[in-house]
């Protein structure tokens, strides 16, 4: 899942500060399981800035709105009978919603209320751990599944480095060295041969910062030609 944290109060207030009427939209998706962007979000956020709006003697008219994913067109479709009566929409979905929105309803302004942080997994309640990176190239099969990529804060794809010291990562106490994971995995499924192996220089060219990517399924498009 994607997972974004909010941002703070009062740069989503700055953002605002031009407009009289705006709408607030989140998602019922990811950012609806790490409650930052779901219905009761919206209701909080919506709530928040018409009592700043009234401290400050401002007119704000804020709307509520929250669908069911809004990186999709479909889904925010329903929207576009009255999105362009507001002076600007305030996104609470992760980025990919938001620009969703930027493309389908312009001229309407769309602003970021989520900073969207990374692609994780909620391992208790309340706590969410980054857990893939996006590399394009995965290499989970020779890790025992642990993420060297983006559970490895120097993303080192050859075993650890210097600083690994009782099983932890050496940037922070509560950070576990994910090349102590993989070590112990590997020697309970008895795969610890890929701990020798060199791996080959990653292929970089497929992973973000390179071009913006794309997956094409060619039967899809075909039917829809
Ligand atoms: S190796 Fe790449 S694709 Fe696989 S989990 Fe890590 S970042 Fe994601
Ligand atoms: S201590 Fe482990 S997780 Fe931390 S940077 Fe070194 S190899 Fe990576």
Redesign the pocket.
Known sequence: MIVAESKPFKEIYELVKDFSRVCVIGCGDCVTVCHTGGQKQVEELALKLRIAAKRDGRKLEVKEETVLRQCEQEYVEPIVNYINDYDAVVSIACGVGVQTLAEKYTPSRVLPGLNTTFMGAPVEPGLFLERCAGCGDCVLDRTGGFCPVS????S?MN???G???GG????AED?P????QIYVQLDKQQTMHYMDDISPPKNWSVSTGSKPRKLEIKHLQMEKE
């Not at 060295?177 to 102590?180: I, L, R, T």
Request: proline share 5%; glycine share 10%; charged share 20%.
């Open positions: 559970r490895c804060s120097k080192l075993g650890p480095c600083g690994s010291m932890k990562c050496e940037v950070v060295c994910v090349w102590n």
